[in-house]
């Protein structure tokens, strides 16, 4: 017994007990639907029709199967259609560094409450590297980062390019937009992100390449902690442009460039190889591809 064969018995049910309309309704042959109602009685060893002349009569134990009937396939039809469109209506767990955290999610997030508003977003925004662990853990479906990815089973898709900017107080040694040497550089106090961090992974990586290192006296997770410290004549920092762009604008620092060395980066799509992405997860992620191009 199927809910196939349940759906054809109603068929007949609601069709003035006739076979033929039934197959009519149901796309198929009379023969078909007359072998069904049979394998139902067989099954259950119970008449459910009783056959005078070329009409069908239901009978009682009949009457009793239409009304499960009548149940099984309504829950049956509605799982179908909650499962089908669990997606629409489930939920979306979303990883996200802090720069991209604080410039872009809260715009992707809105964007795409747009397209599915039935589908919740639990974001989390934090360090690259957490955020991997908790993909890798999987509480996480997916992140947008920073940095490079470290675990070699995830998905690492560039989607969005971006630099550092290194800022210094207005009232220091140097002006706005002038180069200085990689040497001169090295030499001054710098207040950086936190180790961990996707922006703090693009400085160490551009000075490595550079054949030095710097240890700085400051490190935080806050970007506006450090641009105010900087402004403050503490040192310098390089941070993402996105992130200072109004610092400079009303100039609480100044810009330099470095030459030799190269700060820009892109952000990245992250995920692991083997999870499952939902077609809300998918619509969120080209929602994220096409985003830079329209702001």
């Known amino acids: 017994m199927t809910i196939r064969h349940l759906k054809i018995f109603l068929a007949v049910c609601d069709n003035d007990f006739n076979t033929t309309k039934a197959a009519d309704r149901m796309h198929m042959t009379q023969p078909a639907v007359s072998l069904a109602v049979k394998e139902l009685e067989q099954y259950y060893g119970v008449a459910l029709f009783d056959r005078i002349g070329r009409k069908l009569q239901i009978t009682e134990g009949g009457q009793k199967l239409r009304e499960y009937s009548l149940h099984i396939v309504s829950l049956f ?35 795409f409450s747009v397209l599915c508003p039935e589908t919740k977003v639990r974001a989390i925004v934090g360090p690259s590297k957490q955020l991997e662990q908790k993909i890798y853990n999987n509480e996480l479906d997916f992140a947008l980062i920073e940095g490079i990815c470290h675990f070699p089973d995830f998905i690492c898709e560039e989607y969005m390019e971006d630099e550092l900017t290194v800022i210094c107080p207005p009232a220091g040694s140097f002006r706005q937009g002038q180069e200085i040497s990689a040497e ?7 207040l950086l992100r936190e180790e961990g961090s996707g922006t703090r992974e693009v400085f160490d990586r551009a000075v490595a390449q550079a054949g030095f290192s710097v240890t700085p006296i400051w490190e935080a997770m806050s970007t506006t902690a450090l641009i105010n410290a900087v402004a403050n004549g503490l040192g310098i920092a390089a941070l993402p442009r996105r992130m200072v762009a109004g610092a400079l604008e009303q100039g609480q620092v100044i810009e330099i460039r470095v030459k030799g060395l190269d700060f820009s980066r892109k952000f990245h799509i992250i995920y692991h190889h083997k999870k499952f992405l939902t077609s809300s997860a998918k619509t969120f992620l080209a929602l994220c591809r096409n985003y830079s191009m329209k702001h």
């Open 77 to 111: 039809n509605d799982m179908e259609k909650s499962m089908r469109d669990w997606d629409s209506f489930g939920l979306l767990r979303v990883g996200a560094s802090i720069t991209i955290g604080s410039q872009f999610l809260p715009g992707y997030v809105k964007a």
């Open 184 to 190: 001169e550089f090295r030499q001054q106090n710098f």
